[in-house]
């Protein structure tokens, strides 16, 4: 079983990224995938949720209207796109995949943005 993330990177303020979570090793579809972050000395936040395998949505409060979830099941991916980007986004990011008792993460992928 493996999760990876990749898209991370360095943006200016204001700016947009993409993170990509490809999944293996298991039945996708079937799986919640989400995103949290962790930014220095803080706790590892959820930022939103794909329910599997209807693809319902739901998002934290703070990036609520600047980042979309999405997943493509046949291709086993699911995406993060990070409009509208500021400075408190610095963070890794990871990709969760949850269903019963399975419950897999990647090993994160670093945001940096830059005022």
């Known amino acids: 079983v493996q999760l990876v993330e990749s898209g991370g990177g360095l943006v200016q303020s204001g700016g947009s990224l993409r993170l990509s979570c490809e999944g293996s090793g298991f039945t996708f579809r079937r799986y919640d995938i989400s995103w949290y972050r962790q930014a220095p000395m803080k706790g590892r936040e959820l930022l939103a949720v794909?329910?599997?395998?209807?693809?319902?949505?739901e998002y934290e409060d703070s990036v609520k209207g600047r980042f979309t979830i999405s997943r493509d099941n046949d291709r086993n991916l699911a995406f993060l796109q990070m409009n509208s980007l500021q400075p408190d986004d610095t963070a890794v990011y990871y990709c969760n995949a949850r269903w019963l008792a399975n419950n897999y993460w990647g090993q994160g992928t670093q945001v940096t943005v830059s005022t």
């Open positions: 794909s329910t599997g395998p209807s693809g319902n949505t």
